[in-house]
């Protein structure tokens, strides 16, 4: 069976976000002076059991944890392990920072992980610091050696490029992906962490630019075939290992491809990241049989979802670090 929106777009991914904490700071995702605990009711590992077996039933076979920072979760390998077990998932993944990946890798491995989507938007450490508001690049760099030692491959970097702080590092960043297979993605600034417009504006980097930048060091990219239903474009330096890719989700929305349903820690559907619809499906997680119950709830939340999004700044209710990754 296929989950499938009002517009015909199959929905078999999905993002799970199992907290708001975060150990990192950082300035497209965290606002200063934010602070953010698990409140009650956060998702748990029965909650994730359920969730999944009623997406799977549906058809959803992906799988990403995110949050905040999902390792700072004490549970992630339970539910990891709940993802790896449910029939008919195939990909089990998470985003992380990476900061404190090293020490707990084994068990999150043991459970099940496959995959490793990592955030890094500098290799300075200076610069990589002032991003992340104090955050040790060092500690990211090693997380990338151990996913890719450990066969956690596609190891996908993620990188926000905002102007005026990072865009100088564009080219260092493309380099990773030439000596060994890092797909290396460059993300354009989204508007969801209510920064003042004007200066979000003024950061603002459209994939475009970025793209000429790399192309001004490297040389033209070659193209590599990618699924429809992914957020990024990807493309390859000549003769490397690795691939670049651009998520523009700014000056060219995939909103009509998108096949992503988000959890959030507190338990609501986002059908659409880029939007306040959220439906609350807390009431599912305690019914008599809560996969029946959730399932019912994934039906109606892909009979909600949007045909897109607005990436126009303004005042949103929830930011980033709420949402999930």
Avoid at 172 to 201: C, G, K, W
Avoid at 306 to 325: A, D, F, H, N
């Amino acid at each position: 069976m296929k989950l499938i929106d009002n517009y015909g777009r199959v929905l078999k991914d999905l993002r799970i976000s199992i907290t708001p904490r975060c150990n990192y700071h950082c300035v497209y995702c965290h606002p200063l002076g934010m602070e953010m605990s698990d409140p009650p009711g956060t998702v748990s590992v029965a909650d994730v059991r359920h969730f999944l077996a009623a997406a799977a039933s549906l058809g959803m076979d992906a799988v990403r944890f995110t949050g905040g920072e999902p390792l700072v979760r004490r549970e992630l390998p339970e539910m990891i392990a709940a993802a790896a077990g449910t029939p008919g998932v195939k990909d089990v993944a998470i985003t992380t920072n990476g900061s404190i990946f090293r020490k707990r890798h084994k068990e999150l491995v043991a459970a099940g992980l496959q995959r490793v989507n990592i955030s890094l938007d500098a290799v300075d450490p200076q610069v990589f610091r002032r991003l992340t508001r104090g955050g040790d690049v060092n500690v990211v760099l090693d997380a990338i050696d151990l996913s890719l030692e450990l066969g956690l491959h596609p190891v996908k970097l993620n990188a926000v490029v905002i102007g005026g702080v990072n865009e100088s590092e564009v080219p260092a960043l493309a380099a990773m992906s030439l000596e060994r297979p890092l797909h290396v993605r460059f993300i354009e600034y989204m508007h969801l962490n209510n920064a003042p417009f004007d200066e979000y504006r003024r950061q603002y980097v459209s994939g475009a630019e970025t793209r000429r930048r790399i192309e001004e060091r490297f040389g033209k990219l070659e193209p590599v075939e990618t699924d429809p239903s992914s957020p990024a474009r990807v493309w390859r330096i000549a003769g490397s290992q690795g691939t670049i890719g651009f998520i523009n989700s700014v000056s060219e929305p995939f909103c009509s491809h998108c096949s992503r349903l988000r959890l959030t820690s507190d338990k609501k559907i986002r059908p659409c990241l880029l939007t306040e619809l959220e439906l609350d499906i807390a009431p599912a997680f305690t019914a008599a049989d809560p996969v029946a119950a959730l399932r019912e709830a994934l039906l109606l939340a892909a009979g909600k979802k949007p045909k897109q999004g607005s990436t126009l700044p303004t005042l949103r209710e929830r930011v980033m670090l709420g949402i999930g990754g």
